[in-house]
């Protein structure tokens, strides 16, 4: 099985044995439209020149399918989708909703179909976990024709992600995945929240774009949205510049200049001010978000941790559910200094809820689910 998560600016890819989920080959093209990688047509020749290189190529009839990341299914894909002509025009339609990442999926599916047009490709969406978040938590409360005529509505992303964590973290906690109800933090360059029961997830904080939630890298996450009006009456700001404040200039980013939680806790430990206030606005708002979802759950049996920064940040961990006794969650610092990389228990033994750091693995999720689909 190959995987293609094409972004706007590059082209990760993993080769996987489904018999046992093993990496045969990964890879990353990154820079496209700069330099000698013109375009993701190019991008996907170098992928294949790579894999020719270790034998593993795109002609091998061992190969079995292809599955692509496509950011926004919108309404219409929830569930891992065979791609045929008509699906590449669903995913064309839904542009507009994602205007950087469905034309670069789309490039991705183009050039992958017309090297191997006899090969069954098929699309899991990032938004496809949240499908089945109910109405009133899905809903903004805005002009409901306004709202559909324009499918403004929560979408949410980093749907494999969110999936693949809440099943491991039942995994983890030997239960039953229909019997747990996880909050699931996927704090990354993009962060989300979502609120799991019993595997079926009910909330999440990215809304109909992934700007809405939590503070990010570089995006704003929640602010009112009168914010955009006042930048553009007072601030003179255009559209488009306020799309690439909040999306490129804000976040941890905007607060201290710095969006690597790395360097910002070296500079913290330097007393630098700055990069203290952008950790604690960013905790601060994870912390508002798991009260949130744990009323919004009920009863939660885990919160767990994935991404670049809720696998590694001891720091942001410890600062996001310290003092939560009230709710249940007490957080072990001895255990959460620990480092490792395998999934892993960070409460005290008799913390009621089980805090948890489940690394992710996206396209293995992905992996999963073509298969799943093919071979049904
Ligand atoms: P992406 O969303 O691009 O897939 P990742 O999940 O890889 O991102 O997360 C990247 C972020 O993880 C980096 O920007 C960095 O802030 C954070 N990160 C990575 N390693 C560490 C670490 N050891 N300690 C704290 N933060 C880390």
Redesign the pocket.
């Known amino acids: 099985m190959l995987v293609l998560n094409s972004g706007s600016s590059s082209v990760k890819y993993r080769l996987l044995d489904m018999a046992d989920g093993s990496r045969l080959a990964s890879g990353l093209v990154e820079r496209i439209g700069e330099g000698p990688v013109a375009d993701h047509a190019a991008a996907l020749r170098q992928v294949a020149e790579e894999l020719d290189a270790r034998h593993l190529g795109l002609d091998s009839p061992r190969l079995a399918a292809v599955g692509h990341r496509v950011v926004h299914g919108g309404r219409r894909f929830t569930e891992p989708t065979l791609i045929t002509d008509e699906v590449v025009t669903g995913i064309e339609e839904l542009v507009p909703l994602a205007p950087l990442h469905n034309p670069a999926n789309l490039a991705g599916i183009r050039v992958a179909r017309a090297l191997r047009p006899d090969l069954p490709q098929v699309a899991v969406f990032d938004t496809a976990f949240h499908s089945t978040i109910p109405e009133h938590a899905a809903r903004y409360a805005i002009d409901t024709r306004v709202a559909e005529a324009h499918g403004v509505r929560r979408y949410g992303f980093h749907g494999t992600s969110h999936a693949y964590v809440s099943r491991s973290t039942a995994e983890l906690l030997g239960r039953e995945v229909a019997e747990t109800n996880t909050i699931v933090l996927h704090?990354?360059?993009?962060a989300s929240a979502s609120a799991v029961r019993g595997g079926v997830c009910v909330d999440t904080s990215m809304g109909l774009t992934p700007l809405e939630g939590l503070v990010m890298?570089t995006r704003s996450g929640d602010v009112d949205p009168a914010v955009v009006f006042h930048l553009a009456r007072v601030g003179g700001m255009s559209n488009d510049e306020i799309d690439t404040l909040l999306n490129k200039r804000s976040g941890l980013l905007g607060l201290c200049g710095d969006?690597?939680?790395?360097e910002?806790?070296r500079r913290m430990a330097d007393g630098d001010g700055a990069a203290r206030l952008a950790f604690d606005v960013y905790v601060h708002r994870l912390r508002k978000y798991v009260g949130a979802y744990t009323a919004v759950l009920g009863r939660v049996d885990a919160v767990a941790f994935t991404?670049?920064?809720g696998?590694?940040?001891t720091a942001?961990r410890q600062a996001a559910l310290d003092g939560l006794r009230g709710l249940g969650i007490e957080i072990d610092p001895v255990r959460n200094a620990v480092r490792g990389t395998g999934a892993r228990i960070v409460s005290t033994a008799d913390s009621p809820v089980v805090v948890a750091v489940v690394p992710?693995d996206e396209e293995l999720e992905i992996a999963r689910q073509t298969h799943t689909l093919i071979r049904s």
């Open positions: 704090l990354g360059n993009g890298g969006n690597d939680m790395r910002i806790g991404a670049g920064v696998e590694n940040s942001v992710t």
